[in-house]
């Protein structure tokens, strides 16, 4: 990867070094840009704050949420009984600070607002990135940010349905006495549940991260095949350690990383067959 980025001075003038001033100025030209768009973002989110908060941050704490419905009507369909039925949400919620209900909705806001914006946030960023790589580093970039948005909507909700109801429902039953009653703070439960949604968006950038390091010849198919054993251990804990202690919540929750893992080692192998196929085709030159 080149680092030096270049600005073009008019059509027909060759491009030109930018200064480290100018990168700053760049820089802060797109961070700017990247704001707005959050904010833009936030206003939607305030305008429909009602159903935000009630029926998006809440509602893995309802019983009627979606996930439990369905999985619970998923293990009836295949023979399980209740196995894929989550125990019914018991806790309570408080705010036990002045601005405590008010903070929690400027962030739910804000974080929504990003969520929101993230693809033109990406574009901010490889607009600002794109003139440092090479050319043979850009190939094959085309639609990368269709696919980064893409896989990272689907992280999102990956974690909004499948890993934040299991980590909620997991810790509002667990209880060490009978006498003891959950009652949680909406700050607590807010920064519980956002860094799960937000971690498995970036989560599902796996393939794609995998697949540029590829490229710069970091990673190799041969090496992610060598410690996949290593790879699918730990995602076997983590999950684990998030979701209700039963194998089935586990593996529900650790198929998708799996074979995003899988796809990585696929791209890395297109990876290396094209670069192959490249340096047959230059020495025949």
Known sequence: MNFNFFKKKSDSEPRAEMSFIEHIDELRKHLFRSVLAIVGGAIVMAVYNNFIV???????????????????????YFGLG????????????????????????????????????FPYIFWQFWKFVKPALKKNELTGTRGVIFWVSTLFFIGVLFGYFIVAPYTINFFANFTLDDNIENFWTIGSYFNTIVPLILGSGIAFQLPLVLYFLAKIDV??????????????????????????????????????????YEISIFLCLKVEKKKKKEEVLAEWD
């Open 82 to 117: 209740d196995k894929l039925c989550l125990a019914k949400i018991n806790v309570k919620m408080q705010s036990n600070a002045v601005a405590g209900q008010f903070s929690v909705y400027l962030n739910v806001i804000l974080i929504g607002g990003f969520i929101i914006a």
């Open 54 to 76: 009630k029926k998006v941050l809440m509602g893995p704490t309802h019983a009627d949420f979606p996930t439990y419905t369905y999985l619970c009507k998923l293990g009836n």
């Open 219 to 260: 990673v190799s198919a041969a090496f992610l095949r060598k410690y996949r054993k290593h790879a699918v251990l730990v995602i076997v804990i983590a999950t684990s350690i998030i979701t209700p202690p039963d194998m089935l919540s586990t593996i529900i929750c650790s198929i998708p990383l799996v074979l995003l």
